[in-house]
């Protein structure tokens, strides 16, 4: 099972430069065995061109390596904090993926304001507030784990609908059933941040996309008399 599990987790991290979301060995993803508890997740710092399945490392949910020649990635124990609380998420895509960092970077909620936006986010995608000094002397990166959870507990807001988050200053986090669909969802965020940007430029009074379509798109997809996939 886990071997199946690294050459996914494999697979998602290779589709990330491939799909023009990270630089360098910027990013990674992430996959969970909910039968062991124990998740699978890419090598810190090792080049994407040379990385192997087998280089993948495997962690319990309290952070612990369990198998592994390479460190974790940084981000682990974001992962684990998220995968912890959300029994819902099979797997997580972490990235500095341009047009999303941007939206990051400027603190800006990313509003609905397509139909793009509206089959794969019920809504905008919310930014989570920087940390305090306190959380980064707990630790950065559990407790930007914490932090995303906050955003979504505060804002009443389901994270299977909403599978993404933008972090202050940093980037975007996904997240879905399995990994392949965490990487799409972080596809899918990379193109409505870019397009956003540019609809506010082209319209400052544009509107967001009128609830009967948000509706309309995200049900047709994932709700009640789900249109795609009908016999
Ligand atoms: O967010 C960050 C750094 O700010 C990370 O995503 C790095 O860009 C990749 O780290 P590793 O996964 O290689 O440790």
Request: charged share 25%; with cysteine.
């Amino acid at each position: 099972m886990l071997e199946q599990l690294k050459e996914e987790v494999f697979n998602a991290n290779l589709d990330l430069p491939k799909q023009g979301l990270v630089k360098y060995t910027w990013g990674n993803a992430s996959a969970i065995d909910r039968e062991s508890g124990l998740f699978v997740i890419k090598p810190s710092g090792i080049d994407y061109e040379t990385m192997k399945p087998s280089d993948m490392v495997v962690i319990d949910l309290d952070g612990n390596v369990v198998e592994g020649d390479f460190r974790p990635s940084s981000d682990t124990a974001t992962h684990a904090v998220l995968y912890k609380h959300y029994q819902e998420i099979g797997g997580i895509v972490h990235t500095h993926s341009t047009w999303a960092t941007i939206w990051a970077q400027a603190g800006l909620d990313l509003p609905a304001m397509g139909t793009t936006h509206a089959d794969t986010f019920y809504g905008s995608i919310p930014c989570a507030r920087y940390l305090t000094q306190e959380e980064i002397d707990r630790g950065y990166e559990a407790e930007t784990g914490n932090v995303i959870i906050e955003t979504f507990e505060e804002r009443g807001l389901d994270i299977l609908a909403i599978p993404g988050v933008l972090l202050h200053g940093h980037g975007p986090f996904t997240w879905g059933k399995d990994v392949h669909s965490a990487v799409m969802n972080s596809v899918v965020l990379d193109e409505v941040a870019k397009m956003n940007l540019f609809t506010r430029e082209l319209n400052r009074f544009s509107e967001e996309l009128p609830q009967r379509i948000l509706d309309k798109h995200y049900l047709r997809k994932h709700g009640k008399n789900a249109y795609y996939g009908q016999k």
